[in-house]
């Protein structure tokens, strides 16, 4: 899980700086995995490497949704759901996180690496990402 400070002005011209927090499960990551053939960080270190604008914007786009929830006060459950990710969309944050990803790859290998879970993440010579 990764807590990220977005610092964004809102739809009342109010700069404001909230933190936002993402996170992949084991199971969800399976899941990527599964639909990638099993080369789901394969995949997705292509992407970045190759610049790749099309499937960088979908990739970054699913992953940020995909990841964004609600951490509960006990810290027991992360809330996920559409209406909780269009919610997130909705807001000038989510620009400002995403237009990061697409132009910063340090932002975007330390945003991948922190919401994967931490066993399948190994970041090898180079910050390549791969998923185990």
């Not at 992949?24 to 960080?41: C, P």
């Not at 237009?99 to 340090?106: A, F, H, Q, R």
């Not at 932002?107 to 010579?125: M, R």
């Amino acid at each position: 899980m990764i807590k990220w400070p977005i610092t964004y002005t809102d739809y009342n011209g109010e700069q404001r700086t909230e933190d936002f927090y993402f996170n992949l499960n084991k199971a969800e990551v399976m899941e990527l995995n599964l639909n990638a053939n099993g080369v789901y960080g394969a995949v997705l270190q292509r992407i970045i490497d190759q610049r790749d604008g099309a499937s960088m914007v979908r990739e970054f786009k699913m992953l940020i949704l995909k990841a964004y929830g609600e951490k509960t006060e006990d810290g027991r459950r992360f809330v996920k759901s559409e209406e909780l990710a269009k919610k997130f969309e909705q807001t000038e944050a989510y620009s400002e996180l995403f237009m990061t990803l697409c132009t910063s790859p340090e932002e975007c290998t330390k945003f991948v690496n922190g919401i994967f879970p931490s066993d399948f993440v190994k970041a090898a010579e180079g910050d390549t990402l791969a998923l185990a």
